[in-house]
């Protein structure tokens, strides 16, 4: 393989690891939010945003986590017959499939942008009562299916790769 792709799977999965690592965190700053919430509701006047935060929190939690989960193979698998495959034709079958998945993520992440562009234009606003804008979340959620995409592409190297005979 061409040095620069060895080089490409490397820094995605590197930069991938490196997010992935830093979303888990995010769980914590979720259940601070969900404590705020229950201490608010059970001696102050609850709070309109605990909610939603919760909500923005966990999304980014998975979005930005997206990418590590799929390099750690967190993801499911149909395993009846692929356990059962050689390397090679497990390689061929993910080549096929992560296309499917490049394509399906970028037609997301075109969606995505779309949507961001739009709130930012217009200063998109929840419906809620604490009404936060909109564009921050959405630029988290293109930010990791843009990564998930990197790290599709990167699969598909390591595949091609192996196909040749090649290790990554």
């Keep these: 393989m061409p ?5 490409y799977v490397r820094w995605v999965e590197a930069l991938n690891y490196r997010i992935g690592r830093l979303a888990m965190y995010l769980l914590f700053v979720l259940g601070g939010v969900l404590l ?4 608010a509701k059970a ?6 945003w605990t909610q939603e935060m919760a909500q923005f929190t ?7 986590g997206g990418a590590y989960a799929l390099q750690l193979g967190a993801n499911v698998r149909m395993d009846l017959l692929y356990s059962r495959w050689s390397l090679r034709r497990r390689a061929m079958v993910d080549a096929v499939t992560v296309l499917a998945m490049i394509f399906f993520l970028s037609v997301v992440l075109y969606g ?3 949507s961001t562009l ?4 217009i200063g998109e606003r ?3 009562v604490w ?3 909109m564009a921050p979340i959405k630029i988290i959620i293109c930010t990791g299916v843009f990564l998930m995409i990197l790290q599709s592409v990167a699969f598909l190297i390591r595949d091609i790769a192996l196909l040749r005979g090649e290790k990554i």
Excluded at 36 to 39: A, D, L, P, R
């Design 58 to 64: 966990m999304v980014g939690y998975f979005v930005l």
């Design 118 to 121: 739009y709130a930012l234009e």
């Design 131 to 133: 009404r936060p804008y």
């Design 43 to 48: 001696f102050f006047r609850p709070s309109l």
């Design 112 to 114: 995505g942008i779309d």
């Design 36 to 39: 705020w919430s229950i201490i």
């Design 3 to 7: 040095r620069v792709l060895i080089l």
């Design 126 to 128: 929840s419906r809620t």
